[in-house]
């Protein structure tokens, strides 16, 4: 890849310019990016500029340091991807992995809503991942998945998805998820809730609808998620 810097701020340059070797796979997960002096020299800037760069990217976890190794690009294992984007916990705090349940994945024409809310390269068809997930062994969460076909072609044949979304979107599609967008209401359950999770019509429920953002700071996953929580915390970090 060239290595030309334009007339950005040099420090955003080489953001920019570490976050497109990422993407193409010049590094790799859990790869170390050579020290800030060699980034330095490479580059032609001072190594104050590449570490604003680094530390940016850092704090965005698209990068992480290791005390006494060097700097990585950040890894979306499935314990590591659930504890960071999903704030499920007991009352007292220790914190909740969802089991995997039922699932089937779709393709066809997104909706209006959909296609607005996704970057999908301009493509109309999208696919869509429909599950419930279990807490402590009895179904509590029900999540309408939606991505891009264009992005996360032949998703249907990875069905039934082992691991966490973040963690194969990363692996397989080469798509690092670095930011989410929830917005949280209250609602009711409707017959088919009910049934999905073995709840009484009209229970109520917490409706999670977030936008995913790539590295590139792209939507590329819109996710509706209904949560039973009795028993059941919450937690958004801000």
């Known amino acids: ?52 760069a680094l530390d940016t990217m850092t704090s965005e976890k698209i990068l992480e340091r290791r005390q006494g190794k060097g700097t990585f690009v950040a890894t979306q294992t499935s314990e590591r991807s659930t504890l960071r984007f999903f704030g499920f916990s007991d009352p007292d705090g220790t914190a909740i992995m969802p089991q995997n349940g ?11 809503k959909e296609l607005l809310q996704l970057d999908t390269g301009g493509s109309q068809d999208v696919y869509e991942i429909a599950r419930t997930r279990l807490i402590k062994n009895k179904p509590a969460i029900i999540d309408k998945i939606v991505v891009s076909a264009k992005s996360f072609q032949g998703l249907t044949k990875r ?4 691991t966490a979304l973040y963690t194969l979107y990363q692996e397989k599609y080469g798509i690092h998820v670095i930011s989410t967008s929830d917005e949280i209401s209250a609602i009711i359950a409707s017959k088919s809730d009910a049934k999905k999770i073995g709840i009484e019509v009209g229970a109520p429920l917490l409706m999670i609808q977030r936008r995913t953002f790539d590295i590139h700071k792209k939507c590329v996953e819109y996710r509706t998620t209904k949560v039973n929580t009795q028993g059941i915390i919450y937690t958004a970090r801000i």
């Open 102 to 112: 039922e699932e089937s994945i779709k393709r066809r024409k997104g909706t209006a």
């Open 159 to 162: 069905s039934p998805i082992n």
């Open 1 to 52: 890849m060239a290595t030309t810097l334009g007339f950005r701020p040099l420090y955003q340059q080489v953001y920019d310019l570490i976050v497109s070797q990422i993407s193409d796979g010049e590094y790799r997960p859990g790869e170390m990016l050579p020290s800030e002096q060699q980034l330095a020299n490479q580059l032609k800037v001072s190594q104050g500029t590449v570490r604003k």
